[in-house]
């Protein structure tokens, strides 16, 4: 059997996927599962030993090049497979595997895709609230109820992967090593401010910790305030967009914890099961929690939250400019002495 999956285009989501590979592999032993993914999160699927092959799908978000999907989906058509999960609801998604006539297009129906999905799922939001389960309902028949708990995501990170990413970066690994992810791609009210990481930056390297700051190039800005903000020599090292997407892998496998808000990093961190403290502000932990055993949620429930905006609507974010530094210390320690 040679099955497709179309990945989402975003990190997060990705690894959220990783328990619909696995139930996949468990109903189909010896599967082939190959993933249609974005540059961006390769590096993720890259790291997943449930998939066999990446191919990249050049699409930028929204660009729809019909003749594009049509030589892509030529291509796929010699691959023979037998089946395709279509992971994004978007049509657009829900093309090429249509084009390249694979048998069976499994999906949600997502933008009334009824002509290119044709094992079709309806969502029911009150059954499965998180993503991660309504990805791994895909492994079951329409209708079909899913069977819980669903595994955790798992990516590997070898001590040699580690070794090469810390010599290429000229670093040696700290005895005691705190990584805060300080960025959130979706917006500023997922945010925790940066004086707060710096507080408690101050109060990680009081007690012995380093403190690295690991993200993509747009977390740049927000990770230098908090270096200018640390009182506490030595000061944090900025390693975002210092690294690529697979060295921040192996920076976050190096952690003694990781502090991070709700973003994809925060997921890479959960699936390498690092001890984890997560701050949530405008989005919800009963949506995309992060998936492990080791993980610390903290969010303050305020009424006007999760409000799921991109900033926020009341003009004082209150739900991350309330969460204070000394919460989030003691859970890191907890973490720590766990």
Same mark, same amino acid.
């Given at each position: 059997?040679?099955?497709?999956?179309?990945?989402?285009?975003?990190?997060?989501?990705?690894?959220?996927?990783?328990?619909?590979?696995?139930?996949?592999?468990?109903?189909?032993?010896?599967?082939?599962?190959?993933?249609?993914?974005?540059?961006?999160?390769?590096?993720?699927?890259?790291?997943?030993?449930?998939?066999?092959?990446?191919?990249?799908?050049?699409?930028?978000?929204?660009?729809?090049?019909?003749?594009?999907?049509?030589?892509?989906?030529?291509?796929?058509?010699?691959?023979?497979?037998?089946?395709?999960?279509?992971?994004?609801?978007?049509?657009?998604?829900?093309?090429?595997?249509?084009?390249?006539?694979?048998?069976?297009?499994?999906?949600?129906?997502?933008?009334?895709?009824?002509?290119?999905?044709?094992?079709?799922?309806?969502? /029911?939001?009150? $059954?499965?609230?998180?993503? =991660?389960?309504?990805?791994?309902? &895909?492994?079951?028949?329409? #209708?079909?109820?899913? !069977?819980?708990?669903?595994?955790?995501?798992?990516?590997?990170?070898?001590?040699?992967?580690?070794?090469?990413?810390?010599?290429?970066?000229?670093?040696?690994?700290?005895?005691?090593?705190?990584?805060?992810?300080?960025?959130?791609?979706?917006?500023?009210?997922?945010?925790?401010?940066?004086?707060?990481?710096?507080?408690?930056?101050?109060?990680?390297?009081?007690?012995?910790?380093?403190?690295?700051?690991?993200?993509?190039?747009?977390?740049?800005?927000?990770?230098?305030?908090?270096?200018?903000?640390?009182?506490?020599?030595?000061?944090?090292?900025?390693?975002?967009?210092?690294?690529?997407?697979?060295?921040?892998?192996?920076?976050?496998?190096?952690?003694?914890?990781?502090?991070?808000? /709700?973003?994809? $990093?925060?997921?890479?961190? =959960?699936?390498?099961?690092?001890? &984890?403290?997560?701050?949530? #502000?405008?989005?919800? !932990?009963?949506?995309?929690?992060?998936?492990?055993?080791?993980?610390?949620?903290?969010?303050?429930?305020?009424?006007?939250?999760?409000?799921?905006?991109?900033?926020?609507?009341?003009?004082?974010?209150?739900?991350?400019?309330?969460?204070?530094?000394?919460?989030?210390?003691?859970?890191?320690?907890?973490?720590?002495?766990?």
């Amino acid at each position: 059997m040679k099955a497709l999956i179309v990945a989402p285009s975003w990190i997060g989501d990705t690894v959220l996927a990783q328990p619909l590979f696995m139930r996949l592999h468990e109903r189909t032993p010896g599967l082939q599962l190959d993933a249609l993914a974005p540059r961006w999160v390769a590096p993720v699927l890259e790291r997943m030993a449930e998939i066999s092959r990446i191919i990249d799908s050049p699409f930028a978000h929204g660009e729809l090049s019909l003749r594009s999907r049509h030589r892509l989906a030529r291509q796929l058509a010699r691959d023979d497979y037998q089946r395709v999960y279509v992971l994004p609801n978007s049509i657009k998604s829900a093309l090429v595997p249509f084009f390249a006539n694979i048998p069976e297009r499994i999906a949600f129906v997502g933008e009334k895709r009824y002509g290119l999905i044709n094992r079709r799922h309806t969502l /029911d939001k009150a $059954l499965l609230p998180q993503m =991660a389960e309504r990805f791994a309902q &895909l492994a079951e028949a329409p #209708g079909t109820p899913l !069977p819980r708990p669903l595994p955790l995501p798992r990516l590997t990170c070898s001590g040699e992967q580690r070794a090469a990413t810390l010599a290429a970066l000229g670093v040696d690994r700290p005895e005691k090593l705190a990584i805060f992810c300080p960025g959130a791609e979706y917006g500023p009210a997922k945010r925790w401010p940066a004086r707060h990481f710096a507080t408690l930056a101050d109060a990680l390297t009081q007690r012995g910790y380093a403190v690295w700051l690991v993200g993509s190039a747009k977390d740049r800005e927000i990770a230098e305030q908090i270096v200018s903000q640390v009182q506490t020599a030595p000061p944090p090292r900025n390693f975002c967009g210092s690294t690529s997407l697979s060295q921040a892998i192996d920076l976050l496998g190096a952690a003694s914890f990781v502090v991070c808000n /709700d973003s994809g $990093l925060m997921h890479v961190a =959960a699936a390498l099961g690092r001890p &984890l403290v997560a701050v949530y #502000g405008s989005s919800s !932990p009963g949506f995309t929690p992060p998936l492990s055993a080791q993980a610390t949620i903290i969010s303050l429930n305020l009424e006007c939250s999760p409000c799921f905006k991109r900033e926020c609507p009341l003009g004082h974010l209150d739900c991350l400019n309330q969460l204070h530094p000394q919460r989030v210390l003691d859970a890191c320690l907890a973490r720590a002495a766990a």
